[in-house]
């Protein structure tokens, strides 16, 4: 007889080898359609439609904004789930109640009763964790799920909800192949999670991208607003866990709010997760969520919501931080980050994945760091001598590891005391490290 644990892993192995992970294969696992959700969630008696809940889509901050909102909810009484991609060590993190995984025992019971079905209709990977945490909400009478789009958000799996609220977080450049190639058609994409007469929150008000949020809220006769045109959340002081900000606003003022969040560009995300608040205040039948419940959410927000690899502090003398922004705009957030910060010498362990253009992102990066190349453990991993080859012609110097784990090792050997070493470039290399 197997144990719990034994049975789990042998329900991923199954879900890795069955069905397309598109985080681990890419371009392979990704479908346009929508029709095997539908088919998926029929067959589960469209469980989906059992719970209300609030949809997230953007290039950048999702995930960040997914848990800021509901920490918030969370503190004000209600019992909130969570569905994100990707995970980062166990897959049981894409789908989370108060902050708590799904057990391993619903995970294989799951797959162990629909079996049938999920041979008949043949879903991605994404499809069917997504149906998973849909039947596992209902199941367990959440109040309200916050959903978390994949890719893009028109044909995105998750698009079969029709939320109390959209949120749009922001419109940069990633995945062209499949989202378009310039920002308004990423932007239409994304704009596909707006439905009829339901709010719309966009994070950041970006000229190229205006009047497409616009044009569909007004199609859809769904209010629409702009967080970054009612609320203004500007860093005040960085302390060892928690970063204080003030806010101010038509709706709130803070002079010292408390955020247990490192990383200055969270401030676009708080901005934008405040609003969404602010919305769902005057939306929902739900208590009101009081300044109060706010400040207790937001200063509690990794243990109340078992968040991980955003800034997250692996160590001190030296500093280590990991972060997983991985296309131009979250670089960009990061290389900001790291101007702010104290040190002698930067070292940087750095992976990314092979179906991306990134010498986009290689030519932002500082030519002063010392680098250490490495490719996370997943198929879509860039070898690191082609990463190292493709990094020189850029400027960027330093020397090539067979593991994630050997690279950090050896930016840690090499390091001083008052150095700083970053580890990132990709979410499965962070994944290797967290």
């Known amino acids: 007889m197997l144990s719990l644990h034994q049975q789990y892993q042998a329900t991923l192995d199954h879900l890795y080898k069955q069905l397309p992970m598109f985080q681990r294969v890419g371009k392979a696992a990704f479908k346009k359609d929508l029709t095997n959700i539908i088919a998926l969630c029929e067959q589960l008696g469209q469980p989906h439609e059992k719970f209300p809940s609030i949809h997230i889509a953007g290039t950048n901050g999702k995930g960040s904004t997914t848990h ?5 909810l969370q ?32 995970v294989v019971n799951f797959v162990e009763k629909h079996k049938g079905t999920l041979e008949k209709i043949r879903p991605s990977f994404f499809e069917i964790t997504v149906a998973l945490a849909f039947d596992y909400f209902a199941q367990q009478k959440v109040d309200i799920a916050i959903i978390e789009t994949g890719l893009g958000g028109r044909l995105d799996s998750t698009n079969i909800i029709t939320p109390l609220l959209s949120v749009i977080t922001n419109i940069s450049f990633d995945h062209q192949q499949f989202l378009g190639d310039t920002l308004p058609l990423i932007a239409g994409e994304k704009a596909g999670i707006i439905k009829a007469k339901v709010p719309v929150v966009i994070g ?105 690899g955003r800034w997250q502090k692996l160590g001190e003398n030296p500093t280590i931080i990991c972060d997983s922004g991985h296309n131009q705009a979250g670089v960009k957030l990061i290389l900001q980050q790291l101007e702010k910060m104290d040190y002698e010498q930067l070292h940087f362990v750095i992976g990314m994945v092979n179906d991306k253009d990134i010498g ?75």
């Open 204 to 308: 950041e008000t970006q000229k190229a991208t205006k009047a497409v949020f616009e044009n569909t809220a007004k199609a859809k006769k769904s209010p629409i607003v702009f967080a970054d045109k009612n609320i203004s959340v500007v860093e005040r002081e960085v302390k060892a866990h928690h970063t204080k900000y003030y806010v101010k606003g038509r709706v709130y003022n803070f002079n010292n709010l408390s955020v247990n969040l490192m990383g200055n560009y969270q401030q676009k995300n708080i901005c934008t997760a405040l609003q969404a608040i602010a919305i769902f205040n005057e939306i929902s039948d739900f208590p009101k969520v009081t300044e109060s419940n706010i400040q207790e959410g937001l200063g509690n927000l990794k243990e109340l919501t078992y968040f991980l």
């Open 360 to 434: 986009k992102i290689l030519k932002m990066l500082p030519k002063e760091a010392r680098y250490y190349f490495v490719k996370a453990n997943i198929p879509r991993g860039l070898v690191a001598d082609k990463l190292q080859a493709k990094a020189k012609e850029y400027g960027l110097k330093g020397r090539r590891y067979s593991s994630v784990k050997n690279g950090l090792r050896a930016a840690k050997r090499a390091a001083a005391e008052s150095d700083m070493i970053f580890v990132g470039g990709s979410t499965f290399v962070v994944a290797e490290v967290v």
């Open 75 to 106: 503190a004000s009484g209600l019992k909130v789930g969570f569905y994100t991609s990707p995970h980062y060590k166990d897959f049981r993190e894409r789908i989370k109640i108060n902050g708590k995984l799904i057990g391993k025992r619903q």
């Open 68 to 72: 800021l909102i509901g920490a918030m």
